[in-house]
């Protein structure tokens, strides 16, 4: 409540009520009498700053405005309420996350966004370079042809026979020998510049020349931290990774960012086991963390935004997660197609790779629950992931919650050196490549496990948001960077 | 303490004692008698796992190895035990940055890693790309002169004439047509094919088509999350960054990485004052947080590395912070040359903007404690950082530390809409690239500061190790980006 003398000295009532004001005031905060809407009052006593605001141009004046127009309005985005909830929400899962693991002995380890180590598949990734800015530095650089080198390169070595000539009878004249160091410094600057294509230096073959870039090789932004965390674990013990990562996909689906956060704890002497209840304990620890501390933002996620938010989040908080192998999931998920209680647009067999429609379907219908599925067909899993007994599956498992279906994807790591580099050979890769994963396991080999969980995931879980897109500050997908 | 029998099962007491090796062992932990070098022993009844390590190719087996040596041995340098201190006293300072700006109220942000705002001089900045990527896809597609497509332009052109002529008359036949359709897609693909130039889609000027790359025009690395954290603070008060952030220049020296991580607060109706008090607060709470939980990796540290590490951090937890105006530290400094009490490389009067050496002199030997200078001349500052009252200088501060010289960088923003205009416009720069921060001060703007701390600067400041190369996990710099 701002009395009328003291918003006369601002200008007026009136400048302090458009959308989008800013105000500092100095005041009494009071309770209103029982029954009224509010529960407090503030009685202004001073009004300490004004920053008014244009309520004709402010853009984002209107009371409902979507989704879609906010994202126009990056700058401003933060502004509207859902928008506020939810960056709080994702403060209070970031702080969780880090509690929980430093509670329990982990290191935070920042492992590196640029990267030159490319196992992971170069197609996804993008390119982190300096060449394309040098080409202006290149663009008054003369073109070469082939025909012009070859030119000089024929009067260099016809100069460099006529010095060599004239050597045999007598000594070679100064103008002789600064001719010849003439032509070889001009062949060199041509060389150089032929070498200069479309404003990129070029090996013989046509691709850019990389010692010509920022790390002398081609440097890629990460797509995860899985192994350099694993040579943390396998010095320093349990550590965790929480930060960017990157994905060059054309995705312009509501469950794909190209920039995203991601958690990675690696932990060493740890089995698949202790895998999925580090997973479990951690998840329900972030669950409950959110219903202890953002309690009036819940309540609005829940009226606004998914009224079974609330109740998720308390299910999955008091739950222990139910555990299943790949093989029985998939046995429970033909039992379903043989009676006819639902038909799945992907065929269900032992071998597939779950669709999301077959992990929603096992944590929303059958378990009702937060469930972890273990132990998939090596086939449709890493070559890292540890080969179990049986030979046919692998030490894998993946935590599926309702409303998102995968949030975590972990592992036991191979820690046998014969089998990971027989595996590395099945797969087709270059051996090469994996010196220094396979040292981890020539030199004080540890069991060790791990796992991932894409952040906005889990704020997805949390509120109930359709569009990853609405969970992230700033959200990359392609076309798209604006800020 | 390994009986003979229990270290015979696993093949001999010699398997468990090679450097590198790992085990896991079960037993009784046990106080030994006093006078003993160690406190504690464990007596073991059981070994549970041998990780062995074959100490005659192990790498890093030697006692003494070089940080050098280490550097080249990235996925094995963690095992090194001042690697694994510092790593410690990483997560921890990681850690109570947290928890410092969370007890406080801020808000955690995660500002965007790849942006296509370049308010930042975008010499310095990494590109983010999909184009070179795409070499490959193009390099099938054939060459097309200038000269094959003005023929193919106007064979076009000749036989849309002759179609038109055609139709004056008569009808034109399915054959005219057909060609007229089959040259108009020939000079379509030809022209496309024309417009890509060592593999890179261009533009007439020769410049990148950057339509063709993933976010439709150029992406660079981020080099500060300041814009994005006044987009948040203004809308939400108080938040902090803590994310990595990057510079592409090719600098070899001890103190500087292409890749680092950076804190950045921004606090929103805060003065200059709260911005230092903020400042000082938070590098006050590392240095007790880090004494109350890394004890012994300090006492390690302040052993091998820097024997005035602890001395350093228990005054700087204890001592306000001095300040004083820059006017007033450059009188300092020009006295302290008067006197021929110190001679400094660079020239010190009124105006420059201060060195290392002018900064470590400060803070080292005059004040021989933190320092924070404020109120730099406007010429030397950001265009954003906000205009005092005498129109000469501008609200900036920094933080100088012991060891390391500026340890923080700060500023109350300008939030004055026509004073901003003008100082955008008299640095030159295109106004038209600054609408979303002007906008912040159209509509409700908002009194608000904030600063930014390198982190790898203050794991320098508290380990006292000389090369910033070794206080981060994946260390990058020119030519150099192992992992």
Same mark, same amino acid.
């Given at each position: 409540?701002?009395?009328?003398?003291?918003?006369?000295?601002?200008?007026?009532?009136?400048?302090?009520?458009?959308?989008?004001?800013?105000?500092?005031?100095?005041?009494?905060?009071?309770?209103?009498?029982?029954?009224?809407?509010?529960?407090?009052?503030?009685?202004?006593?001073?009004?300490?700053?004004?920053?008014?605001?244009?309520?004709?141009?402010?853009?984002?004046?209107?009371?409902?405005?979507?989704?879609?127009?906010?994202?126009?309005?990056?700058?401003?985005?933060?502004?509207?309420?859902?928008?506020?909830?939810?960056?709080?929400?994702?403060?209070?899962?970031?702080?969780?996350?880090?509690?929980?693991?430093?509670?329990?002995?982990?290191?935070?380890?920042?492992?590196?966004?640029?990267?030159?180590?490319?196992?992971?598949?170069?197609?996804?990734?993008?390119?982190?370079?300096?060449?394309?800015?040098?080409?202006?530095?290149?663009?008054?650089?003369?073109?070469?042809?082939?025909?012009?080198?070859?030119?000089?390169?024929?009067?260099?070595?016809?100069?460099?026979?006529?010095?060599?000539?004239?050597? /045999?009878?007598?000594?070679?004249?100064?103008?002789?020998?600064?001719?010849?160091?003439?032509?070889?410094?001009?062949?060199?600057?041509?060389?150089?510049?032929?070498?200069?294509?479309?404003?990129?230096?070029?090996?013989?073959?046509?691709?850019?020349?990389?010692?010509?870039?920022?790390?002398?090789?081609?440097?890629?932004?990460?797509?995860?931290?899985?192994?350099?965390?694993?040579?943390?674990?396998?010095?320093?013990?349990?550590?965790?990774?929480?930060?960017?990562?990157?994905?060059?996909?054309?995705?312009?689906?509501?469950?794909?960012?190209?920039?995203?956060?991601?958690?990675?704890?690696?932990?060493?002497?740890?089995?698949?086991?202790?895998?999925?209840?580090?997973?479990?304990?951690?998840?329900?620890?972030?669950?409950?963390?959110?219903?202890?501390?953002?309690?009036?933002?819940?309540?609005?996620?829940?009226?606004?935004?998914?009224?079974?938010?609330?109740?998720?989040?308390?299910?999955?908080?008091?739950?222990?997660?139910?555990?299943?192998?790949?093989?029985?999931?998939?046995?429970?998920?033909?039992?379903?197609?043989?009676?006819?209680?639902?038909?799945?647009?992907?065929?269900?067999?032992?071998?597939?790779?779950?669709?999301?429609?077959?992990?929603?379907?096992?944590?929303?219908?059958?378990?009702?629950?937060?469930?972890?599925?273990?132990?998939?067909?090596?086939?449709?899993? /890493?070559?890292?992931?540890?080969?179990?007994?049986?030979?046919?599956?692998?030490?894998?498992?993946?935590?599926?919650?309702?409303?998102?279906?995968?949030?975590?994807?972990?592992?036991?790591?191979?820690?046998?050196?014969?089998?990971?580099?027989?595996?590395?050979?099945?797969?087709?890769?270059?051996?090469?490549?994996?010196?220094?994963?396979?040292?981890?396991?020539?030199?004080?080999?540890?069991?060790?496990?791990?796992?991932?969980?894409?952040?906005?995931?889990?704020?997805?879980? /949390?509120?109930?948001?359709?569009?990853?897109?609405?969970?992230?500050?700033?959200?990359?997908?392609?076309?798209? /960077?604006?800020?």
């Amino acid at each position: 409540m701002v009395p009328k003398d003291v918003g006369e000295e601002v200008g007026g009532l009136k400048t302090l009520t458009a959308t989008g004001t800013s105000v500092l005031v100095e005041g009494r905060l009071e309770a209103t009498p029982e029954g009224t809407k509010q529960a407090v009052e503030l009685k202004a006593t001073k009004i300490l700053h004004v920053g008014p605001c244009d309520a004709a141009t402010y853009p984002i004046a209107k009371k409902k405005t979507s989704y879609e127009f906010l994202r126009e309005k990056m700058h401003l985005r933060p502004r509207a309420n859902t928008i506020g909830a939810v960056a709080r929400i994702r403060n209070a899962l970031a702080f969780a996350t880090h509690r929980f693991f430093q509670e329990n002995g982990f290191l935070y380890v920042h492992t590196p966004i640029i990267t030159a180590s490319d196992c992971e598949g170069a197609g996804e990734m993008f390119q982190v370079t300096t060449l394309l800015g040098k080409m202006k530095e290149y663009a008054d650089v003369p073109t070469v042809s082939l025909e012009q080198l070859e030119a000089l390169k024929a009067e260099l070595a016809a100069q460099g026979e006529a010095v060599k000539a004239a050597k /045999a009878v007598r000594p070679a004249s100064k103008a002789e020998v600064d001719k010849l160091l003439k032509l070889k410094e001009e062949f060199a600057k041509a060389e150089e510049s032929s070498r200069i294509v479309g404003g990129i230096k070029r090996l013989p073959d046509g691709t850019p020349d990389y010692k010509d870039d920022f790390f002398s090789k081609p440097a890629y932004l990460t797509v995860s931290g899985q192994l350099q965390g694993e040579f943390y674990a396998c010095a320093l013990s349990n550590i965790y990774t929480f930060g960017p990562t990157f994905r060059a996909e054309y995705s312009f689906t509501a469950r794909h960012l190209a920039e995203f956060w991601m958690i990675e704890p690696e932990m060493a002497f740890c089995d698949l086991k202790d895998d999925m209840q580090c997973a479990e304990d951690y998840v329900r620890y972030c669950c409950k963390y959110l219903l202890d501390n953002c309690q009036t933002d819940l309540e609005f996620i829940n009226k606004m935004v998914d009224n079974t938010a609330i109740a998720r989040l308390q299910q999955v908080a008091h739950t222990p997660f139910k555990r299943v192998s790949y093989t029985e999931a998939i046995d429970l998920l033909k039992d379903v197609v043989a009676r006819g209680v639902k038909k799945f647009e992907y065929n269900v067999e032992w071998g597939i790779d779950l669709q999301t429609e077959h992990e929603r379907y096992l944590t929303e219908e059958i378990f009702k629950q937060p469930v972890i599925v273990y132990n998939y067909p090596k086939e449709i899993k /890493a070559f890292y992931m540890r080969l179990n007994e049986d030979g046919k599956t692998v030490a894998a498992m993946d935590v599926l919650v309702p409303k998102v279906g995968e949030l975590i994807g972990g592992s036991q790591r191979e820690d046998r050196l014969d089998v990971l580099e027989k595996r590395i050979e099945e797969g087709g890769m270059d051996i090469a490549a994996y010196e220094g994963y396979l040292d981890l396991r020539r030199y004080g080999t540890v069991p060790h496990s791990g796992f991932g969980l894409g952040f906005e995931r889990l704020i997805l879980f /949390a509120t109930g948001l359709d569009n990853i897109r609405e969970v992230i500050p700033f959200p990359r997908w392609p076309g798209n /960077a604006a800020y």
